[in-house]
């Protein structure tokens, strides 16, 4: 019997990690073969490790690295789901949209894809900001935001929407990105290239059967879209132009 071993992008093992061996175990029986859940808790060892993994499910930067890499190929989406950015500013600035960025500095994590998503976003309404600050982390932006040390500020939506409820009345929200290009991914490595017509079977198939619904449920996840390469390629083009 095959091994085989999966992988999860640590933001989505931060929480209930344990519901992910469900899926394992749904991978194992329509594979025949041994899948192992293997769990990392940060980034570095995550990363480290990538090059040990069949079957991965990854941030959009690290399915582009899977795929330019170690030659993975995207299979699925999460229905629905997609990485955007909120522009935020300051508690007592006064802006109406994001036409007040034109020649304002502008706060973000810059090796980020949400703030390329957000400079993307600026590039197709014309609007040039006179400089991008550097920051560390999505909440270094928020609180050099609440501080007052900047007016604007790029934050990856999903750490906007987890902020407490007092951090978010300090500081007002401009605008939330709808360009749904940019998604987590379910990757297979070149090991499993011969399983990919039946893993695209079974894992499309999953919400139509009741059992197995429920397994994507506990990972809030909807459904399975199919994706290829294209898709890829479309991220892996907003990162190279805003790199």
Known sequence: MSDYTL???????????????????YLSTILDAHVSFENYLDFAEFHANLDKADIVYANPQDCVKLNSEFGFIPIFRPAGMFDEVVLIMGEDVEATGIEALQGQKVAGVMDMLPTKIGLSVLDKHGIKPAEMVDNDSWLAVVNNIIQGKIEYGFVYKDTFDGLSPMSKEMVNLLYTSNEQLAFHC??????????????????????????????????EIEQWISIGQEDVDSIRNIITSYG
Do not use: Y
């Not at 989505?12 to 394992?24: Q, V």
């Open 186 to 219: 379910l990757a297979i490595g070149p090991r499993l290239i011969e399983k990919q017509a039946i893993l695209k079977e079974k894992l499309a198939g999953m919400a139509d059967d009741p059992q197995d619904k429920t397994i994507l449920e506990n990972l």
């Open 7 to 25: 992988l999860v992008c640590p933001h989505d093992t931060a929480k209930n990690p344990e519901r992910w061996f469900f899926l394992t175990q």
